[in-house]
C-alpha cells in the first residue's frame, strides 16, 4: 500500500508540474505522463540535494514531497482540454477488458513479489539498497556500478524508505504507457483506439518488462514516448 502512495504523490507532483508548464494537454495524456515526470523531476532533485550534502533520510524525503507539493499547488490553475469521446462497442469493451487485466495482473504479481533478475539484484536495486543504508551516494566510482543511469536505483530507494516493493514502480510506467498510447491512438482514432491500446499491452516484451525491475521499460516511455 505504501509503494501505491508513493506513486500516487510522485505522479500529483507531475501532474503540478505538467499544468505549471501549461501543456494544456487532453485530460488523459497528462494524467499518463504525470507519475513519469513526476519520478524523473523528484529523482533528479533527490540527486543534487545529495550532492550538496543533504542525506537519503525518510525524514528528507518527506520533506521534498512537501515542499514541492505545496510549492507547485500555489494559485495553480489546472488547464487540460478535453480528449475525444469513445464509443463502446463489443470490440472495445473486449479491447479494454485485456487492457484491464493485464494491468491488474502485473500489481498483482508486484505487489507480491520483490525485485528479481540479476541486473537488478546485482546493480539497480544492490545500489538503492546501499544508499539506503550509507544514506548517500556511493559506489558510483565511473566503474560498473556508475555506469548506468541512477532513475530507477533512485525510486527502489524511495520504495524501501517508505518500506513499499520497488517493483511496483514498473507497474507504475506500464499503466502510464498503456494510458498514453490509448490517449494517442484516440487522437487518430476513437474507434480503433483500445483495440490498438489492447494489442499494445499485451506485445511480450512490454508486459515481460513489467514484471521484470530493469531500466528497458523506463527507457522506452522516455526516449519512444518523447519521441513521439
Known amino acids: ?10 505522479g500529483l507532483i507531475g501532474l503540478f508540474i505538467s499544468f505549471r508548464l501549461r501543456l494544456n494537454l487532453p485530460r488523459l495524456e497528462m494524467i499518463a505522463i504525470s507519475f513519469p515526470i513526476g519520478g524523473a523531476i523528484f529523482t533528479f532533485l533527490y540527486f543534487l540535494l545529495n550532492v550538496i550534502g ?9 520533506i521534498i ?32 477488458g485485456i487492457v484491464l487485466v493485464m494491468v491488474i495482473s502485473t500489481l498483482i504479481y508486484n505487489w507480491y513479489w520483490p525485485p528479481t533478475g ?23 566510482d565511473g566503474g560498473y556500478y556508475g555506469s548506468y543511469p541512477l532513475l530507477t536505483s533512485l525510486l527502489h530507494l524511495l520504495a524501501w524508505q517508505v518500506k513499499g516493493n520497488p517493483s511496483l514502480i514498473y507497474s ?55 519521441t513521439i
Not at 54 to 62: D, P, Q
Not at 78 to 91: H, V
Not at 187 to 196: D, E, F, G, I, V
Open 118 to 140: 540479476f541486473d537488478t539484484l546485482t546493480m539497480y536495486d544492490f545500489r538503492a539498497q546501499a544508499f539506503l543504508r550509507t544514506q548517500k551516494l556511493v559506489l558510483l
Open 54 to 62: 543533504a542525506k537519503f533520510t525518510f525524514i528528507n524525503t518527506l
Open 172 to 226: 507504475g510506467f506500464y499503466a502510464s504507457s498503456i494510458l498514453l498510447m490509448f490517449a494517442l491512438v484516440s487522437r487518430l482514432s476513437s474507434k480503433l483506439a483500445l483495440p490498438a491500446t489492447a494489442l499494445f499491452a499485451v506485445i511480450p516484451e512490454l508486459a515481460n518488462h513489467s514484471i521484470l525491475a530493469y531500466t528497458n521499460l523506463p527507457y522506452m516511455f522516455y526516449l519512444g514516448f518523447g
Open 65 to 96: 514531497f512537501l515542499i514541492l507539493i505545496v510549492v507547485l499547488s500555489y494559485r495553480l490553475k489546472p488547464s487540460w482540454t478535453k480528449g475525444p469521446i469513445i464509443n463502446l462497442n463489443f470490440f472495445s469493451i473486449l479491447a479494454l
Open 1 to 10: 500500500m505504501t509503494a501505491i502512495l508513493l506513486l500516487s504523490i510522485l
